[in-house]
Every structure is written in structure tokens, then in C-alpha cells.
């Protein structure tokens, strides 16, 4: 199936340190959204992205929704070690009472104290 | 915790046995979607149901089916099953099926054929 393209794969950060993460589409999307998956756990979502050029910021989170709707990334400042887990980009197209999520692979993040 | 319940969290059969796994939405959301989360391809949409009916497919294999119920639960069949169908299978849910309602997502049921 259409998957997005998500990158870093993964990440090795000491704490304190900012990270940025993207994602990029062949298509547009209504929608971009950030996930955080913790072990053991369904995604939890951490920022939704509405607007082309939307610019949202969620505490140390900051997502911006890229203008030709193809794209989007996540910056994380002052990391902490509770950020540690995969965090998974999708875009969201919605159609007549439909919705459906592409998810891109997801970024590993580490960060070491 | 997001609300939505998933049971079983692990599930341990054969090749070719069927399963059955559970999906209750939170309280209020019409909108169910299971998805299927395996190390190869990610997290794949499969499909996703509104008030009892089908609204979306995705990647959704002939073998597998749902259904949503009057009380708005959902269950996903998975039948014929083989060795790759190990995976995690998680529902979400949400208010509506478009406009800028969010899907929550269960803990998963983890399942393993062996």
C-alpha cells in the first residue's frame, strides 16, 4: 500500500539536544498528523496540521503543514528522555464520510541522558 | 489511556485457524478503523466503518473481514490465517469520519501465528 516517506529512519540524541524529523508524499493531503507509539502502545497523537502552511506548536513540539500539501516535519526541542519512542507521520485524506491515514514508517528516536 | 478497548492483547494460533479480535470505541465515537501494524510495511489502513456501515477499505486482505455493531462496537475476522498475518492489529476510533475529528488508537492486539 501508498506509504509516505519518513525520515531519519532513526535517531541518537543526547538529552537536551533538538531534533527534526519529515516526511514527503508523491500526493496532497487534507490533513498531516504527528504520532507518538510508546512499546506496548497504540499511537498517541501529538500534533494535527489542517492548513497548508499551518504552523502549530505543542509544548517542545512544533509541525509545520508544508505549502504544496506534500509534506510536513516535526522539531522536538530540549530533548528529554521521556521523548524516547517512534514517532509516525500520517497524512489524511477525507472523501464523502470516508477517512482514510497513510502512515509513514516512523523515526526511532533515543535519547541518552 | 484513549478510551478505546481492544481485546485480546496477545493472541497465539496456527496456520489456517481463524480469529477473532474486539474493538470498543469510545464513548460517543461512531467512527471505527483497524489498522495493521507489522515490521515490514508499517501500519496499513484496512478499513473503516461509520455507525454500522462500511465507509472505507484499504489494504484489506479477501481472508479478513469486520463489522461494526448496533452498539457500535466493532469485531475484525481474520480467517485462512498464515505466517505473515503475525502482527499488531489496532482499532481507532473517532467522532465522524472526516472533517477534523481525530482517531484515537487502542494498545493493540498482538497476534502470532505459529
Known amino acids: 500500500g501508498q506509504q509516505l516517506n519518513q525520515s531519519p529512519q532513526s535517531m541518537f540524541i543526547q538529552e537536551g539536544e533538538d531534533v527534526s524529523m519529515n516526511c514527503t508524499s508523491s500526493?496532497?493531503?487534507?490533513?498531516w498528523l504527528w504520532y507518538k507509539q510508546d512499546p506496548g502502545e497504540g499511537p498517541v497523537l501529538l500534533i494535527a496540521l489542517y492548513k497548508a502552511g499551518e504552523l502549530t506548536s505543542n509544548g517542545r513540539l512544533t509541525a509545520q503543514f508544508g505549502i504544496t500539501r506534500k509534506d510536513s516535519f516535526l522539531n522536538i526541542s530540549a530533548s528529554i528522555p521521556s521523548d524516547v519512542g517512534i514517532y509516525f507521520c500520517a497524512g489524511r485524506r477525507t472523501q464523502g464520510g470516508s477517512e482514510k491515514l497513510v502512515f509513514g514508517k516512523g523515526t526511532k528516536l533515543t535519547v541518552n541522558p | 489511556d484513549s478510551g478505546v478497548t481492544q481485546t485480546p492483547k496477545h493472541l497465539i494460533t496456527a496456520t489456517g485457524q481463524r480469529v477473532t479480535l474486539r474493538c470498543s470505541p469510545r464513548s460517543g465515537d461512531l467512527s471505527v478503523y483497524w489498522y495493521q501494524q507489522s515490521l515490514d510495511q508499517g501500519l496499513q489502513f484496512l478499513i473503516q466503518y461509520y455507525n454500522g456501515e462500511e465507509r472505507a477499505k484499504g489494504n484489506i486482505l479477501e481472508r479478513f473481514s469486520a463489522q461494526q455493531f448496533p452498539d457500535l462496537h466493532s469485531e475484525l475476522n481474520l480467517s485462512s490465517l498464515e505466517l505473515g498475518d503475525s502482527a499488531l492489529y489496532f482499532c481507532?476510533?473517532?467522532?465522524?469520519?472526516?472533517?477534523?475529528?481525530?482517531?484515537?488508537f487502542g494498545a493493540g492486539t498482538r497476534l502470532s501465528v505459529l
Open positions: 481507532a476510533s473517532s467522532v465522524a469520519g472526516q472533517g477534523t475529528n481525530i482517531q484515537y
Open positions: 500526493s496532497i493531503f487534507n490533513t
